[in-house]
């Protein structure tokens, strides 16, 4: 096999499984043990791809092309850049994590359930290595379909409101989105974002930029985070903030900031503004929510504004962080709906003032989430304090009064996790924890745990990432060069 | 005296004859053929009448490279005509498989003995309807083209109101006798008023006269073009001509509605591309800006109403006439890209329409009441074939990129940015976002009803092999054509360079 196809496999292979999940009457058993069999294969082909990937070569590599219609100048155009690479690792990772969690609990309607799920893998896959505005566009949508319908079916108590409110928010920034494309693509002559030109055009910035903002989301779009993260099923609620979350952020750099450059100098200012007041006002949310999903899911409005920080303050620095974080909080944050799973699991609730002392008696568990916990409020030398250093050094440079804003956001942090710890871990035990809780079972583990190892390494050697997204020594210049 | 005929190129016409023909030995059949395989051998004549229409027509694409009229300019043998063939016969052949089960409707209470009673004329109506319709696409004049809508409209009339013994069955044929001839009047005086300034009945003709006579802009062809829109409109169900539409494709036996909802839509849209584009070419800015007008309306109407309905059929209605703004968006562009983009946008939206009705009428039958979002409730999890055929339509309606519909969407888009139509654009984009909350609706309605309201349906449905047949052809066209755009592009290029674009 070349490597060029590994390409297009990791997109197909999750969607070809899917067709077969949904083709093959198997039992409940057989139907999860293939659809993590299949995800399993994903993050193979994942570490085939990055093992033959080319750090030191520069621009698109392992480039997939073929016409898909002429007349307009469409393509289906694939292919992956460092950073591209890194976000995919994380997607088939976290799916595999959070595919293995719905075979764990053992979800009703096991052969819809698992196909929507690979459906998801492969689609988000695609997002993070198209190279073509409407396959690019194809992908973000059909992230929404199994979405949709995972949260609607498997979610909670509330699920009918988050849902309509999840779709009509997204729907919105991406159909907008799809007018630009089409303002952008029919001027340029083409779709294809390796060859296409940059635009000054700062309508058409706008159009992509909500559609990132909303997905990411930054303040002031996120008014579907709360409802969907704590409706949706843990895992779903784990790729979601992990994974999809980071389409959006990935837009913003792969075709916002780096297809135009100047709008994105006008609207710095703005941007960073509101990005700011994500990071500042998520983490006094996180920090005032009375539940555990609660505070994961403001935890992470506040990171994806870091991260927009980190992106917009245009920097060397900055970038190298906003992907180091990207992956980083991805890991911490999958990690974390899959514990608050777990917690629910035993106590029926993730409310804080019925939960407490689940430590005793636990290790387990209160390893993971204390090591989770402590990643996540990046104490010194965590991945995430990598990441978050180098973004305020990044923004830094800009001026110091954003890095100032962060660095007040991350003693925020260590507030609102070190709460979270305190209150489900040790504190009274509360009314819903039984005795008879059992601590994290092997299974949890070893889908957990697999993550914590991927967070330990990247704190051990967060250059594995930092150094390794961007061709050249200045990531700015490269962004700046469209990556070439 | 020497009656002077003209000379008749037989073969350009042969889909019609097929049709025709079939539509005759249908009706035989209905006097001569014992009641016991009455059905099954009319159904078998339609089959062969629709197969030979698709073989016709497909023969006729590929020897009409050189579009041109025949009869003396009654009709164009070309590769629009041929393209609409093709495609109205697929349409023609998937009903006749779903009236098979499905006509009549299941939702009465008639003794079952008398289902075959009138079967055979059923479906020598749905032949003779498609032999008006085929006949429509490719009309060339003012008066082939009245007598075609007519000649199609009157079969429809009659099928709508199958169902005698139910009374939403005739009221629907009623409702649509009535506002159709509204329209067909419409049309006739437009007709009239243009062939009074112009002088001429056939498309180039009027053309010719319009520039030679300096008429562009004239207030008779204006006027007459005002009103041949409106009466277009009705055949097309776009806004303000709409008012019939949700009530008569309610009432009519679902499997009319299916084949009315796919199939009229695409004879009257290519027939109105044809005839604005070749006769009044120099009105264009007139018209485009009616049809942009016309267009926006039934976004905003039909996908504003379809959120406050209930009942299924009333929501695909509404959900055809904004489907009618999406395509007239390309229309209105009339350029080349815009028939491209209508051309393509019609295939999968023509299956994913014919599609959605036959999953109603599978539920219609199994509960023998009109289909609503209550009753819909627990329906994916049944049949899970059709559930996922059904949302699968309605994320394709959706423009989700699931299907052509999403490519359909965007070729539209394309032809009204090129033309300069940013707004328009924007409008489509704001109706795309209504539309969501209706069709995730259905979907939600299938899927996520709490699980006391799931164990509504009792026994089991019928095996229904036909039906599930059709809504699979549906599926592989509305699924293909997203992977197939090229090709597709390519039949629908060379279809629209027979226009004079």
Redesign the interface.
Known sequence: MNATSLTSILIWLPIAGALLI?LLPLSRYATGSLALLFSLAEVGFWIEQAARFDFSGSGLQMEERA??????G?SYHVGVYGFSLWLVGLTVVAMAAATGYGFWVGRE?SRAYFGLMLLLTGATVGVFEAQDL?VF???F??M??PL??LI??WGGAR??EA??KF??YT??GS??M??AI??Y??KAGTFDLVDGPTSASRWLFLGFMLAFAIKAPLFPFHGWLPDAYRQAPPEVSAVLSGVIAKAGLYGMLRIAIAKFPDPTSFYRTTVLALAAAALVYGSLLAFRSADFRGVIAYSSLAQSGLIALGLFAGTDLGFDGAVLQMVAHGLISTSLFLIAGAVERRTTTGEFRLLGGMARGRPALATLLMVVGVISLAVPGSASFAGEFLILAGVFQRAWWWSAIGAGAIVLAAMYMLRLISAVLHEARGSTVPDEALDVRPGELGLVVPLVAGLLFLSAWPAGISHHSFFGQSPAATVKSQFK | MSLHTPHIDWFGLAPVFALVGTSFVALLCAVLVPRAVRRIAAASVAIAGFTAGIVLAIWLYVDSANGHTIVSGAFYRDRWTALGQIILCGIGLATTLLAVEHVPGWGRNADPARRDDHVAEFFALLLASAAGMVFFVGAANLMTLFLSLEWFSIALYVMCAIDYDLESSLEAGLKYLIVGSFGAGALLFGSALVYGATGKISFHGIAAAAASQGLTGDTFVVVGIALIVAGLGFKMSAAPFHMWTPDVYEGAPTTVTAWMSSATKVAALLLTFRLMTTAFAGDQHLWGWAFAIVATASLAIGNFAALVQRNVKRILAYSSISHAGFMLIGLSAGSALGGRALMYYLIPYSAMAFGSFAVVAARERELGVPVTLDNLAGFGWERPFLGVAMWFFMFGFAGLPLGGGFVGKFYVFAAAYQHGWVWLVIVGVLATLVSLYYYLGIVRAMYMRPAAELALAGGSPPRERLLQLTVGAALVVSFGSLFAVQPLIDLARHAASSLPL
């Open positions: 949904w016409k898909w219609f002429g007349d307009l469409v309607r409407l566009y194809a992908f949508e059909a929404l379909i949709y319908i609607g079916v699920r009918m849902t309509i779709v009509i729907m919105a159909l907008l799809l007018a089409v303002a693509g029919l």
